[in-house]
């Protein structure tokens, strides 16, 4: 089995120490979203709504545009939407839109 130079040695030790503290900074994080969330809930909001606004926030408009354009047509394929011609999808995405249909 061959071993670690000195240095080598001294440098994984320090990026798992990193990696540790770290770790634990996530925890304490999340532990601070989720009593973020509750104080929202304690107020009145819904949680699961907060979640997705905050999932669209981090998208651009067009990622939007997109995802709702898929979803209805999904929707109508499904039989749960019943206007399909209120969909637009941007001209690249046509073609995989209707290939994923057929």
């Known amino acids: 089995m061959t071993s670690l130079q000195v240095s080598a040695q001294k440098q994984l030790r320090q990026l ?3 990696i540790e503290r770290l770790e634990e900074e996530k925890k304490a994080l999340a532990g601070d979203i989720r009593d973020k969330y509750l104080e929202a809930k304690g107020v009145g909001f819904d949680v699961k ?3 997705k606004v905050i999932s669209l926030r981090k998208k651009s408009q067009t990622e939007r545009q997109e995802e709702d354009s898929i979803l209805a047509v999904y ?7 019943d206007d399909a011609t209120n969909v637009q999808l941007p001209p690249d995405m046509e073609s995989e839109v209707m290939d994923a249909a057929e």
């Open 16 to 18: 798992i120490e990193q």
């Open 49 to 51: 709504i907060l979640r």
């Open 75 to 81: 929707l109508h394929a499904l039989g749960m939407l």
